[in-house]
């Protein structure tokens, strides 16, 4: 049995042979999908050659682009990435600027 060290110290992020933080998750996702459709593939009645095939592929497409979504982009690069892409370019202002200083009065309610 082998014995694989995953935390490398406190405080620090988890890490698995090199990849790191949602790159695993990324990574383990991605093997499951990968098996899930090849097991309805196999259940459906496509040719076993083929389930390999696309397995085989599959598998290594998702290690391949894993770990380079993890050498490029870093720990948080990926998140800060993501959320430049929901961060708006710019402002639109439709309504006059008079409407935006209108104090509301407060009601004698008794």
């Given at each position: 049995?082998?014995?694989?060290?995953?935390?490398?110290?406190?405080?620090?992020?988890?890490?698995?042979?090199?990849?790191?933080?949602?790159?695993?998750?990324?990574?383990?996702?991605?093997?499951?999908?990968?098996l899930v459709l090849v097991m309805v593939m196999y259940m459906?009645?496509?040719?076993?050659?083929?389930?390999?095939?696309?397995?085989?592929?599959?598998?290594?497409?998702?290690?391949?682009?894993?770990?380079?979504?993890?050498?490029?982009?870093?720990?948080?690069?990926?998140?800060?990435?993501?959320?430049?892409?929901?961060?708006?370019?710019?402002?639109?202002?439709?309504?006059?600027?008079?409407?935006?200083?209108?104090?509301?009065?407060?009601?004698?309610?008794?």
């Open positions: 049995m082998s014995n694989y060290n995953i935390n490398k110290g406190i405080g620090r992020t988890v890490e698995f042979k090199g990849l790191k933080a949602q790159y695993l998750f990324i990574f383990a996702g991605g093997l499951l999908g990968v459906v009645g496509v040719n076993s050659y083929v389930c390999l095939f696309i397995g085989a592929g599959g598998a290594s497409l998702i290690v391949w682009q894993t770990f380079a979504l993890n050498g490029k982009y870093g720990e948080h690069g990926l998140m800060k990435v993501g959320a430049k892409k929901r961060h708006p370019k710019y402002i639109i202002c439709r309504r006059a600027v008079h409407r935006y200083l209108k104090f509301n009065t407060k009601s004698n309610a008794l």
